[in-house]
C-alpha cells in the first residue's frame, strides 16, 4: 500500500514561478524524502528531512515537515523547464528492515 | 562514480512467458531494492537485499517472482509465467547502508510490457 499522497496530481506553471507540493502520510516516520524522475528514467534523490526536523533548504528547494499532522510539502523557487518531471516523496520507517513507500507523486510541468 | 546499471531497458513478452532483469548497484553498496513502479503510481518495493541476504520480500509475489544476489554483488528478478497486470517499470536501487538516513540510488529502470 502507498503511504504518501502527494498534492496537487498535475501542477502546470510558467517559468520562473514558484512550485510547491504536498505530501500526506499515516503512520509514524524516521524521515521523509523527496524524489524526482523525469519521463523514462529512475529515480533522483532529491532532500531529506528527519523526523526531528521542521524544515530544510538544498539550493532552490525548500522542504517542511509537520509531523504533527503528518505532512509535507516541497517549493522549488524559480522553477526553470528543466524542473518538469514527476516529484514523488517517500517516507522512510523501520529499522532492521528499513523502507521507503513512495506516493503516486505530482507531475510538474514548466512551461517555457 | 558510475550509477546502478539496469538491462535490458526494454522488454515485450507475451504473457505466460518468462523474463529476467539484471541490476549491477553501484560499487561498495550492501543494500539493493527492486522496485514495481506501474503507469501513474509511485514505485512499490519487491524485495530489499542486504549483501547477499533477503530482510524483507513481504510484498513479492512469491508463486510467479523470484531475485537472487549471488556475491553481494549483482541481482537479477525473473518473473516466471508473466500476467498481464505485470506489465510496469522495474526499477532497481542501491544503498551504502540500508538503515534510515541511507539515500536509495536509482537505475534507468526496466519497462516490460506483457501482452
Known amino acids: 500500500s502507498q503511504q504518501g499522497e502527494e498534492d496537487p496530481q498535475a501542477l502546470s506553471i510558467q517559468e520562473g514561478e514558484n512550485a510547491t507540493m504536498n505530501c500526506s502520510y499515516k503512520?509514524?516516520?524516521?524521515?521523509l524524502q523527496w524524489y524526482r524522475q523525469n519521463s523514462g528514467r529512475g529515480l533522483v534523490h532529491l532532500i531529506l528531512?528527519?523526523?526531528?526536523?521542521r524544515e530544510k533548504h538544498s539550493g532552490r528547494l525548500r522542504v517542511t515537515l509537520d509531523t504533527s499532522k503528518k505532512s509535507s510539502s516541497l517549493l522549488i523557487t524559480a522553477s526553470r523547464a528543466a524542473d518538469t518531471a514527476s516529484y514523488f516523496c517517500?517516507?522512510?520507517?523501520?529499522?532492521?528492515?528499513?523502507?521507503?513507500?513512495f506516493g503516486k507523486g505530482t507531475k510538474l510541468s514548466v512551461i517555457p | 562514480e558510475a550509477g546502478v546499471a539496469q538491462s535490458p531497458r526494454y522488454k515485450i513478452i507475451e504473457k505466460r512467458q518468462s523474463v529476467a532483469f539484471w541490476c549491477n548497484p553501484i560499487?561498495?553498496?550492501?543494500?539493493l531494492y527492486w522496485y514495481q513502479q506501474i503507469l501513474g503510481q509511485g514505485p512499490k518495493l519487491l524485495i530489499q537485499?542486504?549483501?547477499?541476504?533477503?530482510?524483507?520480500d513481504s510484498q513479492l509475489p512469491k508463486d510467479r517472482f523470484s531475485a537472487e544476489r549471488l556475491k553481494g554483488v549483482d541481482s537479477t528478478l525473473k518473473i516466471q509465467p508473466a500476467k498481464l497486470e505485470d506489465s510496469a517499470v522495474y526499477l532497481c536501487?542501491?544503498?551504502?547502508?540500508?538503515?534510515?538516513?541511507?539515500?536509495?540510488?536509482f537505475g534507468p529502470g526496466t519497462r516490460l510490457l506483457v501482452l
Open positions: 560499487s561498495g553498496h550492501a543494500t
Open positions: 536501487a542501491s544503498s551504502l547502508e540500508g538503515g534510515p538516513m541511507g539515500t536509495q540510488y
Open positions: 517517500a517516507t522512510g520507517s523501520g529499522a532492521g528492515s528499513y523502507q521507503l513507500t
Open positions: 537485499f542486504q549483501n547477499n541476504g533477503v530482510v524483507d
Open positions: 503512520t509514524s516516520i524516521n524521515n
Open positions: 528531512i528527519r523526523s526531528n526536523e
